[in-house]
């Protein structure tokens, strides 16, 4: 099962900032972390499970929420390395 993605305002300014390549690889990564929000080498944020950050490759790092109820994924923000 996969989580429906969602952007943020912010993550969707910074998804935009990166070159068209990097929104590429982005896509794919963010694809395959919203198959497995609570895998794919992430973290959880300030001991909330649901809060997570993970790299995107050597692309950027995502800070996003899971809303299990509603299997929505959200990204929060997005940095370019």
Do not use: Q, W
């Given at each position: 099962?996969?989580?429906?993605?969602a952007y943020s305002d912010?993550?969707?300014?910074?998804?935009?900032?990166?070159?068209?390549?990097?929104?590429?690889?982005?896509?794919?990564?963010?694809?395959?972390?919203?198959?497995?929000?609570?895998?794919?080498s992430s973290h959880a944020?300030?001991?909330?499970?649901?809060?997570?950050?993970?790299?995107?490759?050597?692309?950027?790092?995502?800070?996003?929420?899971?809303?299990?109820?509603?299997?929505?994924?959200?990204?929060?923000?997005?940095?370019?390395?």
């Amino acid at each position: 099962m996969s989580y429906r993605i969602a952007y943020s305002d912010p993550a969707k300014a910074g998804r935009a900032a990166l070159s068209e390549a990097a929104r590429k690889a982005l896509d794919a990564g963010v694809a395959a972390v919203a198959r497995d929000p609570y895998g794919c080498s992430s973290h959880a944020v300030g001991g909330d499970r649901n809060r997570r950050d993970a790299a995107i490759g050597s692309i950027a790092i995502i800070r996003y929420e899971v809303s299990p109820s509603v299997v929505t994924f959200t990204v929060l923000r997005v940095v370019g390395l």
